[in-house]
């Protein structure tokens, strides 16, 4: 029964931000790596962002790179992504998902566990 529940989402105008937390249950946190996946409307998911398990190693799409910060928090079972300066192509559901292992895959299908997403409107 695991489960990953985001929240944090909503409507901000461009340049603003967003908190998105990931809270999971279910699962032995520390052992899986965590990522943040967006899709908008007729477009494919993509990958934005993910975290080790350790916190050492992050990586982060090109597109979000220098805007938005991935981390987590073991203690709390969380996963967080900042999302600073932000633009209308950022609007999308935000994903949260969880991959066994200590890699941080890029690829959907990498990943073990998935929330139920959380929207995220950028207006201009």
């Known amino acids: 029964q695991v489960q990953l529940v985001e929240s944090g989402g909503g409507l901000v105008q461009a340049g603003g931000s967003l908190r998105l937390s990931c809270a999971a249950s279910?699962?032995?946190?520390?052992?899986?790596?965590m990522g943040w996946f967006r899709q908008a409307p007729g477009k494919e998911r993509e990958f934005v962002a993910a975290v080790r398990w350790t916190a050492v190693s992050r990586v982060y799409a090109d597109s979000v790179k220098g805007r938005f910060t991935i981390s987590r928090d073991n203690a709390k079972n969380t996963v967080y992504l900042q999302m600073n300066s932000l633009k209308p192509e950022d609007t999308a559901v935000y994903y949260c998902a969880a991959n066994y292992g200590v890699a941080v895959p890029t690829t959907s299908d990498e990943y073990d566990y998935w929330g139920q997403g959380t929207q995220v409107t950028v207006s201009s």
């Open positions: 279910g699962l032995i946190f520390s052992r899986y790596g």
